[in-house]
């Protein structure tokens, strides 16, 4: 074998007839079952592991798209709709407490139009709906009971559409109609109502549910509905009832309006003048919400010369004869009774007896009476307190201390003087119209306010909520990505790399090492039998070059005379 010593750098080596290199499989997949077991198990496994790698991905990244399909419902429905979904294929699942059901974002409309479509969700509450369903042959009272219950399932639903107001039941006791109009009972209804927490009914809107349910039912009074809600409280009392009671929500409201537009009067007065963060006012309102009325009824009597209004007059008079005295010869003659007296029907009447006339003249009466009644005047006068009216005010006022800043920049706090502090108030007293009969009193002082620092919140920022919230939204694809890295460099590319084609014979022959240091050639220790191709062939073992006496002619010039060697050198490295 010759070796070429083309210069000090480079060493060629042609390949030697001698070497054998078998050829490999065409196919990858040929190369790959030529491959180990031990490669062949790795790489499908690192295939397999990509694969569920993949597929992980993808459920997780699927999991945000799963949107609220129905929320609330009864058990009854719920396994209903829950059946329906199997039945339809469409995947779902449950929301934290089971309280909401989840389907895929992009299927919701679909699927609620499909479930519509076959009367899901029903609801607890049944309206007139339930008289579309009445079977052949129902009885009379079943079929006053469906009208019933469809007339408080219709209630229940519009008393549900109010705010505030979660879940209602309404219970009707309608009486038999008979022909007795005397007999007949009047019908009633109770209200169970589940609010919102938090939430509250004012008089007004349980009135409005009082009057939407008896206006609901013939011959129903409005005295006879009752309101509950869920703690057992009664909603709906007599008026009487809630008026001596303590104060409703609309007089602690119109309270609170009070006190605060007393309240920014104050600010509005004294901002300008001490500054919007020196100041901190409170008035506190008493209002008088009774009602009073009285009524009055008072006579005035008609005395002086003012004239009198005659209301009747009443006059008798009396004219009566006395008894005739006896005249004559006692006898017989004289006590005879008087003739009958003879009106003659024209003409003047004639005495009854003419010897007793001068005597009944003598012995008549006369008795005349006159009754006057006058009118008396009367004033009646009923006279009505508004409520609502404003008994006491009192107004408590906190005004900073002033702050001064010299010319050196020291800033200082000093108290107002007392003049300041006057005319404040009194300004005070004008803003509010404050009465001193009524009782109102105002308090201003001047106090320093104590500035509270505010700390800066120093949280780590891998502590913050945003980059929790990003980690655990990256976390998952990182890992799985890393994951996915470890197995495709560490599995699958060392077997694909052992699976490459080795060169042919032919192209083996021209190949040429070419190093620019003969030191950097591998050594081939032990024997021929120790070394083995990739084929698991033992190669055969070439022939070591032989001792070149140029070489050691050059090498003993350079020894000798290391100038020249050095321009040889120097004219290698400029051409």
Request: glycine content about 8%.
């Amino acid at each position: 074998m010759d070796v070429t010593v083309a210069s000090p750098q480079s060493v060629v080596v042609p390949a030697t007839p001698s070497a054998v290199v078998t050829e490999a499989p065409a196919g990858f997949a040929q190369r790959v079952m030529a491959l180990p077991m031990q490669r062949k198990m790795l790489l499908a496994g690192g295939v397999l592991a990509l694969l569920a790698i993949f597929v992980t991905m993808m459920m997780w990244s699927r999991q945000g798209d799963y949107r609220v399909l129905y929320s609330n419902l009864s058990d009854k429905d719920g396994g209903a709709i829950l059946a329906q979904l199997q039945q339809m294929q469409v995947p779902y699942k449950h929301a934290e407490g089971g309280g909401a059901i989840l389907v895929p974002a992009d299927r919701v409309h679909d699927v609620r139009l499909r479930l519509a479509s076959q009367g899901l969700p029903k609801g607890s509450v049944v309206g007139y709906e339930l008289m579309e369903t009445q079977k052949f042959g129902v009885t009379q009272f079943q079929e006053r009971l469906n009208f019933q219950r469809g007339l408080e399932g219709e209630l229940t639903r519009s008393i549900q559409a109010l705010a505030g107001v979660q879940s209602a039941r309404v219970h009707l006791a309608l009486p038999n109609q008979n022909g007795f109009f005397r007999e007949q009972q009047k019908p009633s209804a109770s209200v169970v109502l589940t609010l919102f927490p938090g939430r509250s009914l004012d008089r007004s809107q349980v009135a409005g549910i009082v009057h939407l349910v008896s206006s609901s039912v013939p011959e129903m009074s409005t005295k006879a509905v009752s309101v509950v809600d869920q703690s057992g409280s009664l909603l709906s009392g007599p008026q009487d009832a809630a008026d001596q009671g303590a104060l409703d929500a609309k007089q602690l409201q119109y309270v609170r309006q009070i006190e605060s537009a007393y309240t920014q009067r104050i600010r509005d007065i004294l901002e300008p003048v001490v500054g919007a963060d020196n100041l901190r006012a409170q008035v506190t309102a008493e209002v008088d919400f009774s009602q009073i009325e009285s009524t009055a009824e008072e006579f005035r009597p008609n005395q002086g010369d003012a004239p009198a209004t005659v209301r009747s007059q009443q006059t008798s008079e009396q004219v009566g004869q006395g008894a005739a005295a006896a005249t004559g010869v006692p006898g017989a003659a004289t006590n005879q009774p008087p003739v009958p007296a003879q009106a003659p029907v024209n003409g003047q009447a004639q005495q009854m007896q003419a010897a007793g006339q001068g005597a009944a003249g003598a012995g008549g009466t006369s008795r005349r009476e006159s009754v006057t009644n006058f009118e008396v005047d009367r004033t009646v006068r009923v006279t009505r307190n508004a409520s609502g009216n404003i008994k006491r005010l009192t107004a408590a006022v906190v005004l900073n201390h002033r702050t001064k800043t010299d010319a050196k920049g020291k800033t200082t706090t000093e108290p107002l003087s007392d003049e300041e502090i006057e005319k404040l108030t009194s300004l005070v007293r004008e803003t509010i119209g404050a009465d001193d009969k009524r009782g109102d009193s105002i308090k201003l002082v001047t106090a320093p306010f104590q500035v509270v620092k505010e700390e800066p919140v120093t949280v780590p920022l891998w502590q913050q909520p945003e980059t929790m919230d990003l980690i655990r939204t990256i976390a998952v694809p990182a890992a799985l990505t890393l994951a996915a890295l470890i197995v495709v460099f560490g599995a699958i590319r060392p077997a694909i790399q052992a699976a490459r084609p080795q060169p042919s014979p032919e192209e083996a022959n021209k190949l040429r090492a070419v190093v620019d240091d003969p030191q950097e050639l591998p050594a081939l220790s032990g024997t021929a039998s120790e070394v083995v191709g990739p084929d698991g062939q033992p190669l055969q073992a070439l022939e070591a070059p032989g001792a070149d006496g140029r070489l050691e002619l050059a090498r003993r010039l350079a020894k000798e005379n290391p100038v020249a060697m050095a321009n040889v050198v120097r004219g290698w490295m400029n051409n």
